[in-house]
């Protein structure tokens, strides 16, 4: 566990998921795939969505949440990135944030503590971000920490009647 001091408010506490965490979890998860395109889910999915992830945590697959004051302010994970076991030294990794924490540092501040986790996992070699377009923030910080964009898929997605690319960003060990 460890604990952050943000510019201004109340101490933030970066810590493991648990299974206490995944209602506000899935509050924050549930509110992008309504109102954005971060994600490509389309109906919401609940806390079962997210224990998922929580129940095949180990290794490089990491859930990580922050709190502030009672409030849970985001999360940010790496999980696998294919089925296939060739595949197994590269995470995906995301990151969520409740609308009122964006933009004062909180995204960097959980993805230095995830990236630091995978960077010390025996069993990880590289991390995968897929970013829906457009989204700024989401890009800027994925340069911030080290990910370069490796290419994009035009038109992979379909979300409010519209056609949607995907920009691919990659983090090399060369890289951290
Ligand atoms: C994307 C997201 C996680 C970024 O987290 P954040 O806490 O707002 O970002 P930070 O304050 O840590 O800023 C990280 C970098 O992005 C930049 N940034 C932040 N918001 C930005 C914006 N709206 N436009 C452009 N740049 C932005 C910051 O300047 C910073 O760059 P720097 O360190 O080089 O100055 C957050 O906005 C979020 O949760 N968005 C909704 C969900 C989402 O899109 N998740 C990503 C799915 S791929």
Not at 105 to 111: C, D, I, S
Request: with cysteine; hydrophobic share 40%.
């Amino acid at each position: 566990m460890s604990s952050i001091a943000p510019d201004s408010g109340p101490p933030t506490v970066v810590r493991d998921a648990t299974p206490a965490d995944l209602p506000a979890m899935a509050e924050i998860y549930d509110d992008q795939v309504r109102t954005s395109l971060a994600t490509f889910d389309t109906e919401p999915r609940g806390a079962a969505y997210l224990g998922e992830k929580l129940a095949t945590t180990g290794g490089g697959n990491i859930v990580l949440v922050a709190w502030a004051d009672g409030d849970l302010l985001g999360y940010a994970f790496s999980g696998p990135f294919r089925p296939r076991p060739a595949y197994d030294g590269t995470k995906e990794v995301s990151v969520y944030l409740a609308e009122g924490a964006r933009g004062r540092g909180l995204g960097r501040t959980l993805y230095a503590a995830l990236l630091a986790r995978l960077d010390a996992a025996a069993d990880v070699h590289t991390q995968v971000a897929v970013i829906a377009l457009p989204n700024d923030a989401s890009v800027a910080l994925h340069l911030a920490c080290g990910f370069e964009r490796v290419g994009v898929l035009r038109e992979v997605g379909h979300k409010f009647g519209r056609y949607v690319d995907t920009a691919w960003y990659q983090r090399m060990p060369s890289q951290n």
